[in-house]
C-alpha cells in the first residue's frame, strides 16, 4: 500500500508539472504572436529594411509609411519604446488605422521595441494583455515591458556603458531602447534595434522624430514635450496652442549630458527636430495597486488617489482616475499641433487627413477609432 500510494504521489506531481509546463507555455508562445493591426492603404515595410542584420530576430519590426501625392515634410513617429507604456502604441495604431496623408511623408513604428511586447517586467504581476471595446467587439493589445527580453539579449552587464559617450548607467538600462543611441551595428540586440532606427531616420532623411512615452505620476517630467534645442522653438509654439486649448503640457529641454535618449542623439547625430511626449501612466511608479488589464485602460487607483491627496504626485489625480482614452487623446493633440506648427514656417509641410480629434477621443473613447476585429469599421 505504501508504495502504491508513493507512486499514486510521484504521478500526481508529474501530471501537475506537465499541466504548468503546457499552460506556461502557451502563455510564452501567446506573448510571441504581434497583435494585428488593420492599416489604411499605405506601405508595409520592416526595420531590417534599413539595418538587414535585424531580419529574423525579435527586433525586427513593422514600419508603416504613409506617402501623400506630394511631396513635402518627412516624418517618424514611435510608439512601443517601452511596451509597458500602452498610450504610444494605441496612439500609433489610431493613426494606422485612420489617417491618410495627402502631403508628405509619414513613417509610423507602433512597436518600436518589439521584443519588449514579448514579455512582462518580472516581481511585478502585471498583465499579459488589455482590451479595448470597438464598435463591434474587443481588440486585445500585449502588455510588455520597458526592456528587450533577456532571453532575446543576456546576461547584462555588471554596469551598462552607453556607446560611445561611456556613460554609466545600471545593468537593465543595457536593455532599454530609449537609452541605447545612436545604436551600433555589432552591438547587443537592442543597440541593433537603436542603429536600425538611426539608419531609417537618416536614409529617408526624416525631418521631425517624435517618440511617444508615458511617465510614472511621480516623475517631475510628466504631460511633457521634451525637445532637443533644433526643436524648441516648435515644441515652445505647439505647447503654447495646446494650452489656450486646455491641454496642459509642460515644455522641457532635452538634456545635453544624459545620452542614450531619442530625442538627444537623432538631433546629435543627425540634425533632425527631435521631439519626445510624456503623458501620465498611473500604472508606474511605486504609488500604484494591483495592475489588472481593467486598470491598464482605467487608469483608476485607489493607491494613487491617496497619492494625490497627499501632495505626492506631479499631475491632478481625479476620481476619475487617468484613463487611457485621456492619455492616447493628449497624444494625438500634441502630435496634431506639432504638425500646425510646422507647416506655418516651412514650405515642405506635411497634410494628414482625418486624424482623430482630442475631443471627440474623449466623447467616444479611443475604442470608436480602432478598426473591428474583422479590419472593418
Not at 25 to 36: A, K, L, N, S, Y
Not at 211 to 221: I, Q
Not at 304 to 310: L, P, T, V, W, Y
Request: aromatic content about 8%; overall charge negative; hydrophobic content about 35%.
Amino acid at each position: 500500500m505504501k508504495f502504491l500510494r508513493q507512486n499514486s504521489l510521484r504521478l500526481a506531481i508529474l501530471l501537475s508539472v506537465i499541466v504548468i509546463s503546457i499552460q506556461t507555455g502557451r502563455e510564452f508562445h501567446q506573448m510571441h504572436i504581434v497583435d494585428p493591426i488593420y492599416p489604411n492603404p499605405c506601405e508595409i515595410r520592416l526595420l531590417s529594411d534599413y539595418f538587414p542584420t535585424l531580419k529574423g530576430t525579435a527586433g525586427d519590426t513593422d514600419v508603416y509609411l504613409f506617402e501623400g501625392d506630394s511631396p513635402g515634410a518627412t516624418i517618424l513617429i514611435l510608439g512601443g519604446t517601452h511596451a509597458n507604456e500602452p498610450a504610444g502604441m494605441i496612439a500609433a495604431t489610431c493613426l494606422i488605422e485612420n489617417i491618410s496623408v495627402e502631403t508628405g511623408r509619414l513613417f509610423i513604428l507602433p512597436r518600436a521595441n518589439n521584443s519588449g511586447f514579448t514579455h512582462n517586467d518580472p516581481q511585478e504581476g502585471n498583465p499579459q494583455s488589455f482590451t479595448i471595446r470597438t464598435t463591434a467587439g474587443e481588440r486585445s493589445f500585449r502588455y510588455g515591458s520597458r526592456y528587450t527580453n533577456p532571453i532575446d539579449q543576456w546576461p547584462d552587464p555588471d554596469v551598462y556603458e552607453h556607446f560611445p559617450s561611456g556613460q554609466q548607467l545600471s545593468a537593465a538600462e543595457t536593455r532599454n531602447l530609449n537609452r541605447s543611441y545612436p545604436g551600433r551595428p555589432d552591438g547587443n540586440l537592442t543597440e541593433q534595434i537603436g542603429f536600425g532606427i538611426v539608419q531609417l531616420l537618416q536614409k529617408e532623411s526624416v525631418d521631425i522624430a517624435i517618440d511617444m512615452h508615458e511617465a510614472s505620476l511621480e516623475y517631475p517630467v510628466i504631460n511633457a514635450l521634451v525637445a532637443h534645442q533644433l526643436a524648441f522653438d516648435l515644441a515652445a509654439e505647439a505647447v503654447l496652442y495646446l494650452q489656450f486649448n486646455d491641454i496642459h503640457f509642460n515644455l522641457e529641454p532635452s538634456p545635453e549630458e544624459f545620452r542614450g535618449l531619442s530625442h538627444r542623439e537623432w538631433g546629435d547625430k543627425l540634425g533632425i527636430q527631435a521631439l519626445l511626449m510624456e503623458s501620465a501612466n498611473p500604472l508606474q511608479g511605486r504609488y500604484h495597486g494591483k495592475v489588472t488589464a481593467e486598470t491598464v485602460t482605467s487608469g483608476l487607483d485607489k493607491y494613487n488617489m491617496e497619492a494625490a491627496h497627499s501632495g505626492l504626485i506631479e499631475v491632478e489625480y481625479p476620481d476619475t482616475g487617468i484613463p487611457l482614452d485621456l492619455r492616447v487623446a493628449r497624444h494625438l493633440a500634441g502630435l496634431n499641433q506639432i504638425f500646425t506648427v510646422w507647416n506655418s514656417y516651412n514650405e515642405n509641410k506635411i497634410n494628414i487627413t482625418d486624424l482623430p480629434e482630442y475631443d471627440d477621443v474623449l466623447e467616444q473613447g479611443i475604442g470608436a477609432f480602432l478598426k473591428q476585429p474583422t479590419g472593418e469599421r
